[in-house]
C-alpha cells in the first residue's frame, strides 16, 4: 500500500529517539571492538557536507562544534544502509536495535546518543533545514553534551513507488570518561567559534530522551 508523502513526512518531523534504554548492555548488543575502519571517501565527503551545516547551527547558538568520529560514523552508515535493505524510516533497526545500541556495537563507549533522520531532501541544507523545523530535533541538534558525530547520506533511484530516494542520517554522541581510544577526523565546520550567547532550550512535549551515566 502506497502510504501518502504528507504522511510520511509527517511522521518523520515528528520522530525522535535519543540515548538508550537501561545501564546494562545486552549480550546481543554488547559493546564492540574499538577499532573500525576509515569510513570511504564518498561517505566521508557527505558527512563533512552536512556536519558543517549543523556546525554553523550550534555556533550561530552560542554551542561548540561536534567532530567526526569514526565510530558514530560506522553506526549513522549502519542505519543508512538498514534503510536501503529494509526500507525502514524508523529510528528502531530492523533488528531491533536502537540509536544507542547501534552506537555500543561498534565499540563506542557512550554516556548520551543522539539520532536524527531527514528523507527526501536533495541536499544536505535541505535537510539540515527539515530537522530545524522540528521541534524535536531542533533540540536534538542544540544540545551542548554532543562532542562526536557521524553523518551518512543514501541516494536509492530504485526506490519502489511511495518510498524516499534520498535518506540522511545524522548521529550525535557524548563518550564516557574512560573512553580514550576514539578516532576523529577533520571536520568541516569545527574551527567556528560560538558566535552569540547560548540558546536556551527546554525539552518539547513528547521527545523521548534518556541518559545513561554508568
Known sequence: MKIPTSLISMLFLFALALGGCTGTKTAEFARGEARVADPAPEQMRHAQTIIRVVN??????????????????????????????????????????????????????????????????????????????????????????????????????????????????????????AMNWERTYPTAGAELNERSKQTRMRRPPGCVIREIVS
Not at 547558538?61 to 561536534?66: C, D, I, K, S, T
Not at 533488528?95 to 555500543?104: L, M
Not at 547520506?153 to 542520517?169: F, I, S
Request: glycine share 8%; charged share 20%.
Open 56 to 177: 554553523e547551527f550550534r555556533t550561530a547558538n552560542g554551542l561548540p562544534p561536534v567532530i567526526l568520529e569514526a565510530h558514530v560514523m560506522k553506526a549513522a552508515n549502519d542505519k543508512a544502509l538498514d534503510f536501503r535493505n529494509n526500507w525502514r524510516f524508523y529510528h528502531a533497526g530492523s533488528d531491533g536495535s536502537s540509536p544507542s545500541q547501534r552506537v555500543a556495537r561498534t565499540g563506542y563507549d557512550w554516556v548520551e546518543v543522539g539520532e536524527t533522520l531527514s528523507a527526501g531532501q536533495i541536499t544536505a541544507v535541505g535537510a539540515v533545514g527539515n530537522l530545524k523545523a522540528s521541534p524535536c530535533h531542533r533540540f536534538a541538534l542544540l544540545r551542548k553534551v554532543y562532542l562526536h558525530a557521524g553523518a551518512a547520506y543514501l541516494y536509492t533511484p530504485d526506490a519502489p513507488p511511495g518510498r524516499y530516494r534520498h535518506w540522511w542520517v545524522v548521529k550525535l554522541a557524548q563518550p564516557s570518561s
